[in-house]
């Protein structure tokens, strides 16, 4: 008699019984067959040349949170799908607006094509260094993008208030910092950022009317300098 049965008899539960649940419990704990090792469909994912098969695996459903290790896996399997440039690229831009997941966005964020890290630069999801990085991103369209994250720092958005090569309209929504948006932020940082925009030779000359009239007359005067 094995221990088990022992067990089960000293419990007073029959043995076939014991023997049953065993199976069963066997059986659900069994791997599949046909299982591949994370690892291993991470390099093929990775590498592989067949669209669909990336496409699929991209709007494929996460499996439930509460399936640490399926949800666990499949957003790793992401990751190799969003930094392949064989998976389409409307399932890249996909990704990169509707991922939460620092992993999968670093692989986006820096893809070839500049819809994609602009659709990054947008995602509200991202980390502070990441649409950080993405304010110097050489496209300007990706860059004034990233500059309207509101996950951007204040010291992102003054560096790129700063630059002569952010468009007007950026500009003029980095000259609204806590005054018309985020009127929480610290105000002598905001304020460092109005009066950037102020210096600004590319802000449109509507912006610097309103400049002019700025609560800190610091950026105030910066922007009457500027109108003459």
């Known amino acids: 008699m094995t221990d088990e049965n022992e067990t089960a008899q000293a419990a007073g539960q029959p043995i076939d019984q014991t023997a049953d649940q065993t199976a069963r419990s066997d059986r659900q704990h069994a791997v599949p067959d046909d299982f591949e090792p994370l690892t291993a469909t991470y390099e093929r994912l990775r590498h592989s040349s067949d669209p669909d098969e990336l496409s699929e695996f991209a709007r494929r459903p996460l499996p439930d949170k509460s399936d640490q290790a399926a949800f666990s896996r499949a957003t790793a399997l992401l990751e190799a799908v969003a930094g392949n440039a064989h998976t ?3 399932d ?4 990169a ?10 692989k986006l964020s820096v893809d070839a094509d500049a819809n994609v890290r602009k659709a990054v630069a947008a995602n509200t999801d991202d980390k502070n260094w990441l649409v950080g990085r993405l304010t110097k991103d050489p496209v300007p369209e990706v860059r004034d993008v990233a500059l309207r994250n509101k996950r951007t720092s204040w010291k992102m958005r003054l560096e790129g208030a700063q630059n002569p090569d952010v468009d007007a309209e950026t500009l003029d ?6 005054v018309e948006s985020e009127q929480g932020a610290p105000a002598v940082l905001t304020s460092m950022v109005r009066r950037a925009v102020a210096l600004n030779p590319n802000t449109a ?18 922007a009457a300098k500027r109108r003459g």
């Open 92 to 95: 890249r831009i996909m990704l």
């Open 97 to 106: 607006e509707t991922m939460p997941f620092p992993n999968v966005l670093v």
């Open 88 to 90: 389409p690229v409307e």
């Open 205 to 222: 000359p509507e912006t610097l009317e309103r400049l002019a009239n700025d609560p800190d007359p610091v950026v105030a005067k910066a």
């Open 173 to 178: 929504f980095l000259s609204r910092f806590g």
